[in-house]
């Protein structure tokens, strides 16, 4: 999935909501700061700007530094067709001052879906009427600009590439030809845009013997890390992920992940993917992928030839990915939703009424803090509300609220049951894309 980086940032923060009475969401508070505002003291502050500004800059952009929702109407560029991860900002009420802000994900009808902060007092997925929107926004000159949100996991992992791949080689076994630093002759012909004839074959092979290092982390950053979605992943899954897309191509890659996680396997990493990856433990998430390699090299016809290295490269791979996760003391592939809210939600910028109230001694197994949990939370707020965004029929008003027990239930933008919501989502999930694409 093509998706700018502060959008893939946000994706990280999925999950991350407040905590109901005196204590703060230690991460809402960072991205008051990190968005430029130093007097927000509690997450009571509505937060929906701030989350947009702190992601931005994670993503290597300078937001509006303010809290306000509208001061977005007059930042970057004015878009005037939908953009996945453009900044809609919309209005709230009949304030002229009041408004929401968040993250484009699709338009379906008259409906916009967006991922954002503060959407029902957390970082999630939710559906707003596209009569309120005020405007869509882009940052100048994007592609002139780093992502600076990904950049130290891509530095690292990209150590380690080339430890694996070594320096320059000409196999006649290798179907890659001549190659250096694990980038191929054509790659790098490709990258000068130069073809490769009689004429220029010694001239790129000596380049290619020399090649420097700047390219070298241009094309494995536009090439694999990029396309491969790795920066949407923390930084354990993001080395494996990226490191398969290196060595068996980013479309294989992207089809190993999703066999893991069990999805539909279309070779693109979307909604459904990311809640899936989300939802798994990262140690049996990285050890399943580090398998499924294994599996795939002990299929390929040179494997007699480099199967053992194939296998010591999985296993140094887990290996550092290992030891990342327990330095890092990661314990998810995408997100790891650290406040689980319980008692009663606040009105939220989301809606235009109150969220469900909650018990706070229930114990509800849809929020609970298993894996379980977690995988059906996910499955029902992504799924249903990006799906139409893939081709997936879905119904455009249904928004799903959390709570510890649900209570209620009405048309339209109040969601329906937790729990029936969460099978449905689940059911949707696990059909045939196949079946329910539009006619």
Not at 99 to 109: A, I
Not at 235 to 256: E, K, S
Not at 269 to 275: K, R, V
Request: aromatic share 8%.
């Amino acid at each position: 999935m093509d998706q700018p980086p502060w959008l893939a940032a946000a994706w990280a923060e999925f999950g991350v909501r407040e905590i109901p009475g005196k204590d703060d969401a230690p991460e809402i508070l960072r991205y008051f700061r990190e968005a430029g505002d130093t007097n927000a003291e509690t997450e009571a502050t509505p937060w929906c700007a701030a989350f947009l500004g702190s992601m931005l800059k994670r993503g290597g952009y300078a937001g509006t530094g303010s809290l306000l929702a509208r001061s977005y109407l007059d930042w970057g560029e004015a878009l005037d067709t939908p953009r996945i991860g453009a900044i809609a900002v919309l209005s709230r009420g009949d304030d002229p001052n009041a408004g929401h802000v968040g993250f484009l994900l699709s338009e379906v009808g008259d409906k916009l879906y967006l991922l954002g902060g503060n959407q029902s007092d957390a970082v999630t997925v939710a559906c707003f009427d596209k009569v309120r929107l005020l405007g869509l926004r882009w940052p100048h000159d994007i592609s002139d600009a780093a992502s600076a949100g990904d950049d130290l996991i891509f530095l690292k992992a990209l150590a380690h590439v080339l430890e694996m791949e070594g320096g320059f080689s000409d196999d006649p076994y290798d179907p890659g030809g001549p190659t250096n630093r694990g980038i191929t002759l054509e790659t790098y012909a490709n990258f000068k845009k130069q073809p490769v004839d009689d004429a220029s074959r010694a001239r790129l092979i000596s380049e290619l013997k020399h090649i420097p290092d700047d390219i070298v982390k241009t094309i494995y950053r536009q090439r694999y890390f990029i396309p491969s979605a790795s920066t949407v992943f923390t930084a354990p899954l993001a080395l494996m992920h990226f490191d398969a897309a290196v060595n068996h191509g980013v479309g294989a890659a992207v089809r190993m992940l999703q066999s893991i996680v069990g999805v539909t396997i279309d070779g693109e990493i979307g909604p459904e993917t990311l809640a899936a990856v989300g939802a798994r433990g990262l140690s049996d998430l990285l050890d399943d992928y580090a398998e499924m390699r294994r599996t795939r090299y002990r299929a390929l016809p040179h494997f007699w030839r480099f199967g053992r290295g194939w296998l010591k490269r999985v296993d140094a791979t887990l290996v550092t990915a290992r030891t990342w996760a327990a330095s890092d003391q990661t314990t998810r592939g995408l997100l790891e939703p650290r406040q689980i809210a319980k008692g009663e939600s606040k009105m939220s910028d989301a809606t235009d009424a109150p969220t469900q109230t909650t018990d706070d001694d229930s114990k509800w197994w849809a929020h609970s803090k298993t894996l379980w949990g977690t995988l059906i939370t996910a499955a029902a707020t992504v799924i249903p509300a990006v799906g139409p965004a893939l081709g997936i029929v879905l119904p455009a008003d249904i928004i799903q609220t959390f709570g510890d027990q649900a209570l209620t239930a009405v048309q339209a933008m109040a969601g329906l049951f937790g729990t029936i919501l969460a099978i449905y989502g689940r059911l949707k999930a696990d059909t045939p894309l196949s079946l329910l694409r539009k006619s």
